[in-house]
């Protein structure tokens, strides 16, 4: 027996991996986050399938469904949106399990903030320009280290990334202003690869009221970066004519030539 914990996406029913999908179809336990995970997705189940909703759960009664499927032998699909590596209870879930002594695995999603940068086209990094993307959330009812708090993550200038950030956005902006100038690019991705998406673009200084006027208040990714307002940046060496690597041989382009020890697989 087997838990297999399935990154469903950030919505759209099409970007579950199809691994997870056949995973979804297969299991005769279908456990799935049922305010998030779209139905679509759930639909997959075989029509013998036992189709659990976890959404009013607490921790115990997710693992007696566990345990009820291992007396039966039965795997179960631990169906969850976006990726498991990011805010997804994963965890305390398989420290459970550990005790348990019962078997788990992992399969990948899409997170959110990818949805995100793909609703708005374009990459969260420029070359020389910003080359980190930070992942966090502000301090709310779950707290955040002090050690992590945004202002000492906004001094790096990377992309910053906020999950579950929504219903906090003015005290996100507090804490920015104290780092960023007021003209700082901010753009809100709500409910990134779903129907209804909307995209809001501000500055520090109008993001809070932009947010508050769409009633934008959860479901939505916060990405506070620089590349938004940069046009002029250098292309990168991936594919620079005058620059080598284990699968191109550079060529001379006004007698300057770069080489490295850098494999031919595209970044990314």
Not at 95 to 107: I, M, S, Y
Not at 143 to 157: F, G, I, T
Request: glycine fraction near 4%; hydrophobic fraction near 40%.
């Amino acid at each position: 027996m087997t838990v297999y914990f399935i990154g469903a996406g950030p919505g759209d029913p099409d970007l579950i991996t199809v691994k997870g999908a056949k995973l979804v179809e297969s299991c005769p336990v279908v456990l799935y986050t049922g305010s998030l995970v779209p139905k679509a997705v759930i639909d997959r189940a075989r029509p013998d399938a036992l189709v659990l909703n976890s959404a009013d759960m607490d921790l115990d009664a997710i693992t007696q469904v566990y345990l009820d499927a291992a007396q039966q032998g039965h795997d179960v699909a631990r169906v969850q949106t976006g990726d498991l590596s990011i805010y997804s209870s994963l965890a305390e879930q398989t420290r459970r399990l550990k005790a348990l002594g019962l078997d788990w695995q992992v399969v990948p999603g899409v997170s959110s903030f990818q949805a995100a940068a793909a609703a708005l086209s374009q990459e969260l990094t420029l070359p020389e320009q910003c080359q980190t993307i930070i992942l966090s959330r502000a301090s709310g009812r779950t707290p955040v280290p002090e050690k992590e708090n945004l202002k000492s993550l906004a001094a790096h200038e990377a992309t910053l990334c906020l999950f579950l950030s929504a219903t906090l956005i003015r005290k996100v902006v507090r804490e920015l202003e104290d780092v960023y100038p007021p003209t700082w690019p901010v753009v809100v991705v709500e409910k990134a690869s779903h129907p209804e998406q909307r995209i809001i673009r501000g500055t520090l200084a109008d993001i809070a009221d932009k947010m508050h006027e769409a009633k934008i208040r959860s479901t939505a990714m916060i990405i506070i970066s620089k590349v938004f307002a940069i046009d002029d940046f250098v292309d990168s060496k991936l594919y620079d004519p005058t620059f080598s690597h284990a699968c191109r041989q550079a060529r001379i382009v006004d007698e300057t030539v770069m080489t490295n020890e850098e494999t031919c697989h595209e970044r990314g």
